[in-house]
């Protein structure tokens, strides 16, 4: 057997540069690292002396060059990855958050965190965690619940087994998620005599799990049955490139179709079976049809609470459930008929065997009425000293937007309003990352998608909460040369959480910066931070000063960024759902007791 003496951090990034996609290129597109006394000798040397294969970058935050990798992954349907690289303890630790981002999204993402000593000579060593009860045990362990697979590799030859799995989760359409190798650093040195085979290219094809046969007459013989059935298309429909599949589907059987975070764009904005959003943040066209519909066909969705308005959305007693999905998991969930099957393959086949069905239209009435209300908020405003609303500022977006704009964001205010009144006119046109809904996604987010697809003009908009969380990835996108918009929306704090409170009776309490405990008021410049790490920026006072800023963005060589005062207290009165924010039983406040009398009153109707 022909063999090759390399040490296991060069085997690694050997092995991980020969894997390829469907599309003939690598899989992993290149490897975010902060080095330190972890990872620095041993993945540090590998990765220069492979640097012409595989892509070394260098971040400022372990966690946000992570959800760089994951949102790069996302923009890419699942088909490329990247890998993130750190030293063993706060390096590592850091990233544990975007594991569990990439794991609620299942998101293909490859963790290197550097390990302690396997041979534990020098023990404890720097930044080590030590268990008094269990000597096997490192911080890496916190990423086992967060990882769809971990591994730690005290033996060079673990490689040759951990990194075929690795990559089969990574690849997998129903396991995809992120993955964790906890690499021991002297590990990372040691040499061993390796099969050359090992290191032969292999590509990694993407698996079209077809629907099992009796499933399949099950969900027809259900389908077929109704008469008023809706889809909702969730992030799978994406993942398995079946944006086109759904439309036809739709189409040839005139059933209306809603979409969730994870599934907006998947149909036009504009074409008629699509009544828009659902759920908690839905409109009033889609909610209506759910709450009428006699089958819910779930096409690649996780069902998440926010979609089903804590299923309390289906309110025909005689619904059934059905859930097209790739994993059993999804398929089952909330007692629904499952087919499990890749999103495309699945409604080929439904389709083909519902031939001749075709459902009740939908009230095209319903989707003019909903943006007969909504399309004013959007509008430009007269002009005046009010402060812009985030409806406001996401009109005057979509106004200079273009058939390539991706628009961007995670949490906050703005997923919700998106959600509501984001028009958006192609598949990959709308990028929420709304699963794990993190704070601090956006800005390195914006960068991963802009590398994953360099032709598209990304937009993130994140607030002044989000953007304090994690702001420093906007200095490496300046020093990368990686153009995007940013729109910071200034509301002065939380104002999100802040409505939550007041609608759940609380009284206005350490959200908003001006209700928490200060001796000096708050007083950011947000244009001066993003120009201190070399961004283009500006402050507008207006939606028209604005629209002009996004105007001058587009000429921009690198980032750019916008901020803009927001109202905190104004939200889209129109569509959205009761979403289950359990209120205290007891308090003193009467504003509590009336809040709690109406969400009793809520869960009795859900339950009844």
Not at 47 to 65: K, P
Not at 484 to 512: H, K, P, S, W, Y
Not at 552 to 558: L, N, T
């Amino acid at each position: 057997m022909n063999t090759i003496r390399l040490a296991a951090a060069q085997a690694m990034v050997r092995y991980i540069s020969a894997q390829m996609n469907e599309d003939g290129v690598p899989f992993i597109a290149g490897v975010w690292a902060i080095f330190g006394h972890g990872n620095v000798a041993g993945l540090g040397e590998a990765l220069h002396a492979h640097r012409d294969s595989v892509q070394t970058l260098r971040g400022h935050n372990e966690q946000t060059m992570a959800h760089a990798a994951i949102a790069y992954a996302k923009q890419s349907v699942r088909r490329r990855a990247m890998a993130v690289t750190s030293s063993i303890g706060p390096g590592a630790t850091n990233m544990v958050t975007a594991a569990a981002l990439a794991h609620v999204n299942r998101l293909p993402l490859l963790l290197i965190p550097g390990d302690v000593f396997a041979g534990r000579s020098p023990d404890p060593v720097l930044q080590q965690i030590e268990d008094f009860g269990d000597g096997t045990v490192s911080a890496n362990d916190c990423f086992r619940p967060v990882s769809r697979y971990f591994d730690r590799i005290t033996r060079p030859e673990q490689l040759l087994t951990a990194l075929p799995r690795a990559f089969a989760t990574m690849t997998d359409p129903a396991e995809c998620g992120p993955v964790t190798l906890a690499f021991c650093q002297d590990v990372q040195a040691e040499a061993y005599d390796w099969p050359a085979s090992f290191f032969d290219k292999k590509t990694w094809h993407q698996r079209r799990v077809r629907p099992d046969e009796a499933e399949l007459a099950r969900v027809v013989g259900a389908v077929k049955a109704s008469r008023n059935p809706v889809i909702v298309a969730g992030g799978g429909v994406h993942y398995a490139g079946a944006c086109a599949a759904l439309q036809s589907f739709a189409e040839a059987h005139q059933i209306a179709v809603v979409e969730t975070q994870a599934g907006k764009s998947a149909l036009a904005w504009e074409h008629p079976l699509n009544l828009g959003s659902v759920g908690v943040t839905g409109a009033s066209s889609a909610n209506a049809v759910c709450e009428q519909a006699d089958l819910v066909l779930g096409i690649g969705t996780r069902f998440q609470d926010f979609t089903t308005g804590s299923w309390a959305l289906f309110k025909n007693p005689d619904r059934k459930l059905v859930s097209l999905n790739v994993a059993a998991y999804d398929a089952v969930k909330h007692g629904a008929l499952p087919l499990q099957s890749d999103a495309r393959i699945g409604l080929e086949e439904l389709g083909a065997a519902l031939k001749g069905y075709q459902a009740t239209a939908p009230d095209a009435a319903l989707k003019s009425e909903w943006f007969a209300a909504v399309d004013p908020l959007t509008a430009a405003p007269a002009e005046g000293n009010a402060l812009a609303t985030d409806q406001q500022v996401i009109g005057a977006v979509q106004r200079s937007s273009g058939p390539d704009t991706v628009i961007m964001c995670a949490a906050g205010t703005m997923p919700g309003e998106l959600h509501k009144l984001w028009k958006a006119p192609r598949p990959g046109a709308y990028h929420m990352e709304y699963g794990y809904s993190c704070m601090g996604y956006e800005i390195a987010g914006a960068m991963g998608i802009k590398m994953a697809q360099p032709d598209r003009d990304v937009v993130c908009m994140v607030g002044d909460g989000s953007y304090m969380m994690a702001n420093s990835e906007l200095a490496t996108a300046c020093m990368m040369g990686i153009k995007i918009t940013v729109v910071i929306t200034d509301n002065r704090g939380f104002g999100c959480i802040n409505r939550l409170q007041m609608g759940t009776g609380g009284a206005e309490f350490n959200n908003l910066l001006d209700h928490a405990y200060h001796v000096n008021p708050a007083n950011i410049d947000f244009a001066a931070h993003a120009a201190a790490m070399g961004a283009a920026s500006v402050k507008v006072s207006s939606i028209a000063e604005l629209e002009d800023a996004l105007a001058r963005a587009k000429d921009a060589a690198g980032p750019f960024v916008i901020v803009i005062d927001t109202d905190p207290y104004p939200s889209t009165p129109d569509g959205g759902h009761w979403w289950d924010v359990a209120v205290p039983e007891v308090s003193d406040r009467d504003e509590v007791k009336t809040a709690r009398q109406g969400y009793e009153a809520a869960l009795s109707a859900r339950l009844n």
